[in-house]
């Protein structure tokens, strides 16, 4: 997820950050939390590759949800934050979408190609020269691009024989980016409408909620049903931005409520429901917190954006060459593939997701070619 994803200054856009709120932004909590959020979707997906079941994951016994898809709402949660950031400081609608597209589609793109074209031709059913003569490659590529998360599956590629069919899911975790496309398109659009404010966001909150909002998930139309299982987690992370933007810091006093929400939450068996309203609020007080601040991972980069793009295709592939579902323990595919997948994060983030970010300042245009489309209060508290 980019979370989509995923720098110093400013952790979702990447790029020079604009004026004294953005400067003043470093911390380096939110890099520890995306890659916590990442290893919890390894960790979970361990026992569905390894096992062809997530039945024994303990958090799914314990709650009846994986810890995947709670790290997947972390992602979200985080993204509307900074996302939301990222708008508020953005002078011009143009500027909010270039920063978009280049944090999520470089690192989308090249994983996509470069993973059908390495484990495509390697656990293709058809002649190699076909595979690469017909297409398969480029054609999956684009598809990704253009909708990404579907087909789930490579054509004439599998990467096991099972009777659940997950050897031919070439990346399941790509279900999560459409969610976050929504989500910015959302956000850009209250920018250009000005109306980027909390009672908006709050409303939207409530309407994607599946407990209070007109549906339910299991009945909702498809993809939307997708978007109800994270939206409210991403406007929930707006939500808190403008509690802190007040003072840049969260006051304790909400985690009482936070607190009280969480323990309805479990004694009705809706712990992962209603996770936007308990979860979002502690989850970015810790964030931001100043006194408990983590070691910097500066040096080491964004690595979570990259972990969660390859994680599936690099577990999948240990998988296959262990010998098929049943042939791998989940701690041995949870151990090297989270070992495989840092890796790769950390190499799609030094050779190419951060050097995609450089272009954002010359693809945005100057300042103040267009409109300025912030928040008057943004305004004031910026540099000219």
Not at 8 to 14: L, V
Not at 50 to 57: D, S, V
Not at 363 to 376: E, F, K, N, T
């Amino acid at each position: 997820m980019a979370a989509s994803g995923p720098v110093a200054n400013e952790p979702e856009a990447g790029g020079l950050p604009v004026g004294r709120v953005a400067s003043e932004f470093h911390y380096p909590n939110f890099d520890w939390l995306r890659i916590i959020a990442a290893t919890s979707v390894l960790f979970s997906h361990a026992f569905l590759l390894a096992e062809g079941t997530e039945a024994n994951e303990p958090f799914y016994r314990l709650t009846g949800s994986i810890a995947g898809i709670y790290g997947v709402c972390v992602f979200f949660v985080i993204s509307g934050f900074l996302i939301t950031r990222s708008a508020f400081n953005s002078r011009t609608l143009q500027a909010y979408v270039v920063a978009r597209v280049l944090r999520i589609y470089p690192g989308l793109a090249v994983c996509a190609l470069a993973t059908s074209i390495i484990l495509g031709v390697s656990f293709t059913s058809m002649d190699p020269v076909r595979f690469f003569a017909d297409l398969v490659p480029l054609k999956y590529t684009i598809k990704t691009i253009l909708h990404p998360g579907t087909p789930y599956d490579l054509h004439s590629v599998a990467f096991y024989a099972d009777d659940r069919a997950l050897g031919r899911t070439f990346n399941g975790s790509l279900w999560t980016i459409p969610q976050e496309l929504i989500c910015y398109v959302v956000i850009g659009l209250l920018l250009a409408l000005r109306l980027l404010r909390w009672p908006v966001l709050a409303a939207l909150l409530l309407l994607t909620l599946p407990m209070v909002g007109p549906w339910r998930v299991d009945s909702a139309p498809r993809p939307f049903d997708d978007f109800l299982l994270v939206g409210s987690s991403f406007f929930a992370g707006a939500l808190v931005f403008f509690v802190w933007r007040r003072a840049e810091r969260l006051p304790a006093w909400p985690l009482l409520a936070c607190g009280a929400v969480l323990v309805a939450a479990v004694a009705t068996n809706h712990a992962y429901d209603l996770f936007p309203i308990y979860g979002a609020y502690p989850l970015l007080m810790l964030a931001t917190a100043r006194r408990f601040c983590l070691p910097d991972l500066k040096r080491f980069g964004d690595v979570s954006y990259g972990m969660y793009l390859y994680g599936w295709p690099v577990q999948q592939t240990f998988v296959a060459l262990a010998g098929g579902v049943g042939a791998i323990s989940w701690h041995a595919l949870f151990a090297v593939s989270t070992l495989a997948a840092g890796v790769m994060g950390y190499a799609s983030w030094h050779l190419l997701e951060k050097r995609a970010l450089q272009w954002k300042s010359r693809l945005a245009g100057r300042r103040g070619r267009l409109v300025d489309l912030r928040p008057q209060g943004a305004r004031s508290q910026s540099s000219p």
